[in-house]
């Protein structure tokens, strides 16, 4: 790298991949203070529409102590292909599933990187589900619901060795939500009202 | 209900909430008949743009033995709040995980109130997900990393007893992938290019 390569960014220490490493450091800090403030509650809000076609909001959450929203309301549609039975207006539910893993060890190996001082230049991801549906179809009771197996393929370019590139994976994969929620179990509780 | 509310769908008994039943035990047949047919790999790809924000396309997948895209790519950012170091372009990947659960469950449900001749007025749920981030922030051992429970909440109405709207949610559980995958356990394996 010659030096008309560096960038404003690298000339501020504390920015780097995009990441405001001073605001993040200030963050952990402030939690290890006030671990309560970690405590967050997200939530996802559906409304059905035709058949397997329904529409998602997500906006409020809760965190840091106080009810908030995001800057704006994002929504997002899910349906079944035709091979499914729907009409396509979304992506199917499974395949948001492998979008949040994917952004998740993303998100979390920019963030990594930047403590360590890695500057990377390309991260891309490929997350693929092996579903077997005659689980859901009912049509089998031996085989599962849900995937089979999940694969995660990244291609990352920075300023390391490749070791200390793997490094970084292997750290946001220790530090994953999304990663943990999916190789690990947790409890849903179901509510219904009918007025 | 009086004669004048009865839709051009409820005449026609192939179809019922947007579903098409026919279509859809057609679908069951030929998969008993060919149950390789069942066997789907779904994908997402994801780039990286800057911070915790990076950008999910869900187009491609495998399904009925051939290569298949959707009708048009799906894109979705991802990213972090300001109150958690980003820039709010996007949900957080946990918050896709609660879209991909009720999207999940209701379209199942749909499915499952036409199969069973349930004709369906309204479907609304909100999922909430409590996580203390002093896990992914490394702060407490003792805490995981993903959410310690989901909640969902439906409010459901249509033309049968309470009693028979909630069973369709607890069959539409029942066979939930969403749903097996977040209360169970998914292998994930990671690979890294470093190019």
Not at 57 to 74: K, L, N, P
Not at 122 to 133: A, P, Q
Request: with cysteine; net charge negative.
């Amino acid at each position: 790298m010659t030096t008309t390569d560096t960038s404003a960014a690298e000339l501020d220490d504390s920015m780097r991949n995009g990441v405001d490493t001073a605001a993040l450091f200030a963050t952990l800090d402030a939690v290890k203070q006030a671990p309560q403030a970690a405590s967050f509650q997200f939530r996802a809000h559906n409304q059905w529409l035709s058949g397997t076609h329904n529409r998602g909001t997500i906006a409020d959450f809760f965190g840091v102590g106080e009810e908030r929203t995001h800057e704006r309301s994002f929504v997002f549609d899910a349906d079944h292909p035709a091979v499914l039975v729907g009409q396509d207006q979304g992506p199917t539910p499974v395949e948001f599933v492998l979008h949040a893993l994917a952004a998740c060890l993303t998100a979390g190996l920019a963030n990594i990187a930047a403590a360590r001082k890695v500057r990377l230049t390309e991260v891309r991801s490929t997350v693929t589900g092996d579903i077997d549906l005659n689980g859901i179809l009912g049509l089998d009771p031996e085989v599962r619901n849900g995937y089979q197996q999940l694969t995660v393929r990244f291609t990352i370019k920075g300023d390391a060795p490749a070791e200390k590139l793997r490094e970084l994976v292997e750290q946001s994969q220790a530090r994953s939500a999304v990663y943990d929620i999916i190789t690990n179990q947790v409890p849903v509780t179901i509510e219904v009202d009918t007025p």
